[in-house]
C-alpha cells in the first residue's frame, strides 16, 4: 500500500472514533494548570479558560487526531456548578465524544498555603483573606466533585509528582498500548461517569455483616480473605479475568487507548474494592498498564480530611 493510501485509511479510521476529551477542573490551587501542562506534554491539544458554551461548538466536526484537554474552573467566564455538570451529561449522551472529568482536589490547609506562597487572590473572595474564598469554593465545588470520574488528591504531591500521576492516570507508558482503570463504587450512589464495562459483585458474601471486618475495607488483608472464601468467588474472578483478557488485545487493534471497568456492591467498601485488588494485581503481572480509584473509599476520606480527622 502506498503512504497515501496508508494516511487515508489512518484519517478514515479516526473520523470514526469518538472525541476523547479530558475535562479538568478543582478548586483554585489544586494544580489545575500543571494537570493540563502535563496532558499537553503527553499528546494532548490542551485548552484552558475556555467558557462553557464555547465546548459543544469546539467539538462539531469530525474528532480531532488527538485527545482534547480542556481546563474549567470557577474563573472560566460563564462558569457555573449546573452548567458544567449539564454540559459534561450532554456530552455523554454523544456517542461521537467520550468524555471524562478530572478532580484535582486538595485540603484547604494546603490550599491555603498555596495561596501564601505566591501571593495570590482567590478569585471568589479577592478583597478578603484566601481562606475565605476556598472554603466557598470547596463547598461550591462538592457535587462536581462527586461526579468526577477520576480524582487525584493533590493535598501532599510536589508538581512533578503530579505530573506523573496525570500521565499514568490518562497515557499509556511507552511500549504498552493501552491504559486500564479499575474503579470500585457504590450502587446506592449510582453508576460512575465514563466507565466501558460494569460487574456486579453483590451476590459475593458481604464482610459487612461481621463485625470484625465491618469498619475495614477490601484493601485490608483479612476482609479480602474473607470475599475470597466465598466458594462463588474463585469461578467469577476466573470467568471476569478471563473475559477481559480475551478483549484487550482486540480493544488495542482498535486503537483504544484506555479501558475503564467497575465492580459495583452494595456500600462499595468490601467485595468491590477486594474484586478491583485483585484483578488489578493480576493485570499488572501481565504487563498491562493498571491504575485504581475506590470511589466511596476516596469520598469518606476526602470528607475526615475536610473534618481534620485524617
Known amino acids: 500500500m502506498t503512504q497515501d493510501g496508508r494516511a487515508g485509511m489512518a484519517q478514515a479510521e479516526s473520523a470514526t472514533r469518538p472525541q476523547r ?8 490551587g489544586a494544580g489545575r494548570s500543571s494537570a493540563i501542562n502535563a496532558l499537553e506534554d503527553a499528546g494532548c491539544e490542551a485548552i484552558d479558560n475556555l467558557p462553557l458554551s464555547l465546548i459543544p461548538r469546539l467539538l462539531d466536526g469530525p474528532p480531532l487526531p488527538r485527545p482534547l484537554a480542556l ?19 450532554r456530552l455523554h449522551r454523544q456517542p461521537d465524544v467520550m468524555v471524562e472529568l478530572l478532580f484535582l482536589d486538595c ?24 481562606l475565605v474564598g476556598i472554603l466557598q469554593e470547596i463547598d461550591l ?8 470520574d ?27 498500548p493501552m491504559a ?21 459483585c453483590r451476590f459475593l ?13 477490601g484493601r485490608d488483608r483479612a476482609v479480602a480473605a474473607f470475599v475470597e472464601a466465598d466458594p462463588r468467588f474463585a469461578p467469577f474472578f476466573a470467568r471476569v479475568h478471563d473475559l477481559i483478557g480475551s478483549l484487550l488485545d482486540a480493544f488495542v487493534d482498535e486503537g483504544k487507548t484506555s479501558l475503564t471497568l467497575a465492580f459495583g456492591c452494595t456500600g462499595g467498601r468490601h467485595r468491590s474494592v477486594a474484586m478491583v485488588e485483585k484483578l488489578a494485581l493480576a493485570l499488572t503481572a501481565e504487563g498491562w498498564q493498571v491504575s485504581r480509584r475506590h470511589r466511596e473509599i476516596d469520598r469518606r476520606e476526602g470528607r475526615m480530611r475536610e473534618a481534620g480527622q485524617g
Open 21 to 28: 476529551v479530558i475535562m479538568v477542573t478543582g478548586p483554585s
Open 107 to 130: 485540603d484547604a490547609d494546603t490550599l491555603v498555603r498555596r495561596f501564601s506562597e505566591t501571593r495570590r487572590r482567590h478569585p471568589l473572595r479577592p478583597d478578603e483573606p484566601p
Open 180 to 200: 486500564i482503570s479499575l474503579q470500585s463504587f457504590s450502587y446506592k450512589r449510582g453508576l460512575p461517569r465514563g466507565v466501558d464495562m460494569v460487574f456486579d
Open 71 to 89: 481546563g474549567v474552573d470557577v474563573r472560566n467566564r460563564e462558569f457555573s456548578v449546573d452548567g458544567l455538570l449539564e454540559l459534561v451529561a
Open 150 to 176: 477520576h480524582l487525584i488528591d493533590t493535598s501532599r504531591m510536589t508538581p512533578h509528582a503530579l505530573r506523573a500521576e496525570v500521565q499514568r492516570a490518562f497515557v499509556p507508558a511507552r511500549g504498552l
Open 141 to 148: 465545588m462538592a457535587p462536581v466533585r462527586d461526579a468526577a
Open 205 to 217: 458474601a458481604n464482610p459487612h455483616w461481621d463485625a470484625t471486618l465491618r469498619d475495614g475495607d
